[in-house]
Structure formats: structure tokens, C-alpha cells
């Protein structure tokens, strides 16, 4: 839409965020988390996802952080780096789980599946792919 990006017209001629979706992954080897998958919002709008989670049976949340490729020790993805505090998904149990959130800010995040109880002990590794539609 001309002067507007990441938006087009809907079927009644109004103004609607183009939505965008990407698949990423993502583990837990039992020290460390992986993500695979950036995904950089453009516009302020809900964010949806769905994971499978492979490896662990406990009940999980998702959480969104964000990203910062300068990041000291390669810590590049964290909570530190976004732009607003976000509340982690609902707990919900594996290996299928679900999250909403609203108006995300524009800005580069990865997706993190973690433990709903609190850790330490670590849980043993797990992995995930998960379906993220953002605008």
C-alpha cells in the first residue's frame, strides 16, 4: 500500500497489516539454547505461534526475545535485547504448544521454548520447530 509498508488492502478496501510466516527451530542441549530462524517484525501487531516440541513431556511456555547480533559473549539472543517487556506464552503441555501476543514492536526476536517449572535442575535436552505468523 503506497505510503503505508507491511500493509495491503483486504477484500472491503481497508487498510490490513500484511502478515508474514516463517518456520524456525531450536534446541536445548542440556547447557546451552539454539535457535534457528530470526524472524523481524515490521509493524506493531499480534504475533502467533505454534511448536512441537520433541524430547520432553513436562508442561512448557514460549517466550520471544530479542535479538542483538553485537551481543557480548554471543549471547545475541535474551530478554535483555527487547524493545518492551513481553509475558511469556501459557503454560501449556507438550508436544504441541501455543502463543499469543499482541502488539509486539517492530524488531528482530528469536522464539524460546522453555520449562514452566523453575529450573535448576536443568531438564534434559529437547528440541522444537515451531510455525510463527507475525506481521
Do not use: E
Amino acid at each position: 500500500m503506497p505510503g503505508q509498508p507491511g500493509t495491503s488492502f483486504d477484500a472491503a478496501c481497508k487498510p490490513t497489516p500484511i502478515r508474514r510466516v516463517i518456520a524456525v527451530t531450536g534446541l536445548w542441549d542440556g547447557t546451552t539454547y539454539w535457535f534457528a530462524g530470526l524472524f523481524t517484525v515490521a509493524s506493531t501487531g499480534p504475533v502467533d505461534a505454534t511448536a512441537t516440541v520433541t524430547g520432553f513431556t513436562d508442561p512448557m511456555r514460549m517466550a520471544l526475545l530479542g535479538f542483538n547480533p553485537q551481543a557480548p559473549g554471543g549471547n545475541s539472543c535474551g530478554t535483555q535485547w527487547l524493545p518492551t517487556p513481553l509475558p511469556s506464552g501459557p503454560t501449556m503441555n507438550p508436544p504441541t504448544i501455543t502463543a499469543h501476543w499482541d502488539s509486539v514492536p517492530p524488531g528482530t526476536y528469536c522464539l524460546n521454548v522453555v520449562t514452566a517449572t523453575p529450573v535448576p535442575p536443568w531438564p534434559a535436552p529437547y528440541s522444537w520447530t515451531a510455525t510463527i505468523t507475525y506481521p
